[in-house]
């Protein structure tokens, strides 16, 4: 499995925008599929994002379509996730992860068995 690390996190105002990045080890990095989800405080882990692993397919929550942006650079072993026109519901701890199998559901966090850290992302109003 590879070891995920999220960075770029932090706080901004309503409008703002930030990017995330989601950097993989290993040197299969590009057979895997990447996802990203958020919790806020008291709610359940929400789907945000995912990306194929020939980076052909890209799938979006609703809440998010539109204004966030996934992509990879599979030479840097990255993820990125760009986040524009930033909400105060936005806020929550943004979390990446993987899986193998390129296929299926790519919106339920049990699919994905790896998993970061997280990193938080907190938006003012």
């Known amino acids: 499995q590879v070891q995920l690390v999220e960075s770029g996190g932090g706080s901004v105002q309503a409008g703002g925008s930030l990017r995330l990045a989601c950097a993989a080890s290993g040197r299969t990095f590009s057979r895997y599929v990447i996802g990203w989800f958020r919790q806020a405080p008291g709610l359940e882990r929400e789907f945000v994002s995912a990306?194929?692993?020939?980076?052909?397919?890209?799938y979006y929550g609703d809440s998010v379509r539109g204004r966030f942006t996934i992509s990879r650079d599979n030479a840097k072993s990255t993820v990125y996730l760009q986040m524009n026109s930033l909400k105060p519901e936005d806020t929550a701890i943004y979390y990446c992860?993987?899986?193998?199998?390129?296929?299926?559901?790519?919106?339920?966090?049990?699919?994905?068995?790896?998993w970061g850290q997280g990193t938080q992302v907190t938006v003012s109003s």
């Open positions: 990306l194929s692993s020939a980076g052909g397919y890209v």
């Open positions: 992860a993987s899986r193998t199998v390129d296929n299926g559901n790519y919106y339920a966090a049990t699919e994905y068995p790896n």
